[in-house]
């Protein structure tokens, strides 16, 4: 249940398409929803985060979607770019615990 | 600010050696937490503190892993003894309490055991 599940695990688009990488989580107990970006060699850092009691924030070319009742949020990157090109973590945060969980990660390769 | 700092970057070692990884968060960030990453795995929390105090350890493997953080400023991870499964990358991440989860990572020591 603490779980949060991510697709693709790769994903390949071309420069100026849109990114969709999807999670999906069973503990509606999580109340903060952040994306991750992490270039080779670098950790992790924070791109856009969402609360539950919103259905979609946009920030620039990123755009989180998402759907409580279907317990699924995604991340639109709109006129991806090659400096895109990273692993992107969706994770859900227990603000009880203080925890973040991940999901495995999706690899973006944007190309020219 | 530098970020949070880990060391070492990269870490070679035999198997059955101990390994001691190194972080010291953002200064006034009262909040440590150490991950580990593997391509199987994915990120997975080992254990966090706050104000120095370790609060969960939940994720720690088994008992060869250890944790400290002596003062507000520094922590390590400790394998003893080490094994190839054990080969990964880990991370140290910091935040205010105020910052609900705006974590800010290091950049990783990746350990290979051989």
């Known amino acids: 249940q603490q779980q949060v599940k991510q697709s693709p695990q790769s994903l390949i688009v071309q420069k100026g398409g849109i990114s969709i990488i999807n999670c999906a989580y069973e503990?509606?107990?999580?109340?903060?929803f952040p994306w991750y970006q992490q270039f080779p060699g670098k950790g992790p850092a924070l791109l856009i985060a969402?609360?539950?009691?919103?259905s979609e924030k946009k920030e620039g070319r990123f755009t989180i979607s998402f759907n409580k009742s279907a317990k699924q949020f995604s991340l639109h990157i709109m006129d991806s770019q090659p400096g895109d090109s990273a692993t992107y973590f969706c994770?859900?945060?227990?603000?009880?615990?203080?925890?973040?969980?991940f999901g495995t990660g999706t690899l973006l390769a944007v190309q020219p | 600010d530098a970020g949070v700092i880990q060391s070492p970057r990269h870490e070679v070692t035999e198997m059955g050696q101990e390994v001691t990884l190194r972080c010291k968060p953002i200064?006034?960030?009262?909040?440590l937490f150490w991950y580990r990453q593997t391509m199987m795995r994915g990120l997975e929390l080992l254990i966090y503190?706050?104000?120095?105090?370790?609060?969960?350890d939940s994720g720690m493997p088994e008992d060869r892993f250890s944790a400290k953080m002596p003062n507000a400023s520094f922590s390590t991870l400790k394998i003893q003894p080490s094994e190839p499964r054990d080969s990964a990358v880990y991370f140290c991440?910091?935040?205010?309490?105020?910052?609900?989860?705006?974590?800010?990572f290091g950049s990783g020591t990746r350990l290979t055991v051989v």
């Open positions: 994770a859900a945060g227990l603000g009880a615990t203080n925890k973040l969980i």
């Open positions: 969402i609360r539950p009691d919103v």
């Open positions: 503190f706050n104000n120095n105090v370790p609060i969960d």
């Open positions: 200064s006034g960030h009262d909040y």
């Open positions: 503990n509606t107990a999580f109340d903060y």
């Open positions: 991440a910091s935040r205010t309490g105020t910052a609900a989860y705006g974590y800010t």
